[in-house]
């Protein structure tokens, strides 16, 4: 029981420590958005009637979580507390933060990894796939997530090839599953 | 192009440009709407997407093929025919369609534009496609795959048009067209609507012991935690019979008939198809390559069986089957 209650304080320490960061976390992933929906237009009006509609993506080794909401034009990211309260997100999306990144930029199969056991997924499944396809059609680069824009393009192959690596060492048992 | 024409599936412009920069000869895709048979939330493309997807794909080489190929709704025709008049106005290589009125259309509209018979007419008798020939002038015809190898190479030696067969992908296993299973359950089909299992019917609950999917409120499998689980669909679902929990009608597996290319090339059939416009680019530029250095591995004599095993992964239930090609049942 004890253990079970430091394991949550530290939990929650790092929590508050990470939502000290927030203010540069969610201008630099605004900025991601921003850059986006600039390269790729039309690709957030794919979410049709989920635009608007907040998403949590939910990294589960970080201390915290994302809220996405994506219009037509444009976007925001918010950084939040990780809480087991329904938060009226249309639908949560969680799963080790390298799977999700690859997923993000399209380099990994999201029916495979979801399959496989490495997502999941609560809410509205249609928002889920609309999501999906949004960010397919965007085009996002690695970099484009983790850096800002004038590092991007010198960046996105090795930021591509550690994320590649980390989930290959994963799968091939280089690295326990699901290690921190 | 080598002797067997690679066709791919597009599910997005960015879809499409990684097929074809992987080495489709072919891609396929649909417009925004219920004329398709992959009519899921954000996928396909626009009119102006289309258009700049066929200078994209002539530019490299490579054909565009636009799937109309789901039934026309009494009532609701306009929309089929705007996809018609939108796929022509593209310059699409050619209409992939199942229903007559569809191909009556096509055929109104354009004498110029090739004619691909949809899998989901489920066209698997020399008579079913000289119909087709000489009514609306197919020029290929896409065989159910629920077809053998063997059926195929005798349907080819009567058929008047080229023959497509489906190589990799999601395996359904009742005739195309034919299937009333997700429409039984959630109220739309492939057919009509353009999903099977449409998404917003579909949930998954994980719990300590695994995963359970349902549609439509109604459990279809539970997939133990660690295993990989099946599509939400109800011709993949487990059942319990006199006491004991299976597959009643097929397991979640897809298809991989990569090690029948050579044959399926010396039967005769034209190209051959990956399914999938659903997936995503990863998945389509990994089964595009693995299948381009197959096909090329083939006309330089060799064996296919190194790209054999590149795809499990990607695979439904993580298993591959070669379907009904070498079925022995009926």
């Given at each position: ?20 960061l927030r203010p540069p976390m969610e201008m630099m992933l605004n900025l991601a958005v921003k850059r ?41 990211v918010?950084v ?63 970099a484009d997530l983790l850096v800002p824009a004038?590092?991007a ?28 | ?330």
């Open positions: 029981m004890m253990h079970f209650s430091e394991e949550r304080l530290s939990a929650r320490i790092l929590t508050d420590l990470a939502l000290v986006a929906w600039r390269r790729s237009a039309n690709a957030f009006g794919r979410l049709g009637r989920f635009q608007g509609r907040p998403y949590l993506i939910d990294p589960e080794d970080l201390p915290v979580a994302f809220e996405l909401t994506l219009f037509e034009d444009g976007g925001g918010k939040v507390r990780r809480t087991r309260r329904p938060m009226g997100y249309v639908a949560e999306i969680s799963g080790e933060l390298m799977d999700l990144l690859a997923l993000f930029d399209g380099s990994a199969d999201a029916d495979a990894t979801f399959f496989a056991g490495g997502l999941t997924v609560r809410g509205d499944t249609g928002a889920v796939l609309a999501l999906h396809n949004a960010l397919e059609a965007a085009n996002l680069r690695l004038a590092l393009p010198s960046l996105d192959p090795v930021l591509q090839r550690v994320v590649d690596w980390r989930r290959a060492t994963r799968r091939t048992g280089g690295m326990p599953h699901g290690v921190h | 192009m080598g002797s067997i024409e690679l066709v791919c599936p597009a599910g997005s412009p960015a879809m499409l440009e990684a097929a074809i920069e992987a080495g489709a000869d072919s891609v396929y895709c649909g417009l925004r709407d219920e004329t398709n048979a992959r009519n899921f939330p954000g996928l396909n493309f626009d009119a102006t997407e289309l258009t700049r997807a066929v200078d994209f794909a002539h530019r490299k080489g490579s054909n565009v093929l636009v799937a109309i190929n789901t039934f026309a709704r009494a009532g609701g025709e306009d929309r089929w025919r705007a996809s018609v008049k939108t796929a022509i106005n593209a310059g699409a290589d050619a209409i992939i369609a199942a229903d007559l009125a569809v191909l009556a259309h096509v055929r109104q509209l354009s004498s110029a534009v090739r004619l691909h018979l949809s899998v989901q007419a489920a066209a698997n008798t020399p008579e079913a496609i000289r119909f087709y020939v000489e009514t609306f002038g197919v020029r290929r015809v896409v065989v159910p795959r629920v077809m053998s190898a063997a059926e195929i190479a005798d349907l080819i030696k009567e058929s008047s048009a080229e023959i497509e067969a489906f190589v990799f992908g999601g395996l359904c296993v009742m005739t195309e067209g034919r299937c009333a299973l997700s429409s039984y359950v959630s109220g739309q089909s492939p057919n009509l609507s353009g999903v099977c299992s449409p998404p917003e019917a579909v949930s998954f609950e994980r719990t300590s012991e695994g995963m359970i999917s349902r549609l439509a409120g109604l459990a279809l499998d539970k997939t133990p935690t660690g295993a990989t689980a099946g599509y939400p669909t109800l011709c993949k679902g487990r059942f319990a019979t006199d006491g004991d929990a299976t597959y009643l009608f097929e397991e979640p597996t897809s298809l991989n008939a990569m090690g029948l290319l050579a044959s399926l090339r010396d039967a005769g059939v034209k190209a051959v198809k990956i399914e999938g416009r659903q997936r995503g680019k990863a998945y389509v530029a990994r089964v595009t390559r693995a299948f381009r250095k197959a096909i090329d591995a083939l006309d330089r004599g060799e064996s296919t069986a190194p790209y054999e095993h590149m795809l499990t992964d990607l695979a439904e239930g993580g298993r591959e089957t070669e379907g009904a090609y070498n079925k022995r049942w009926r």
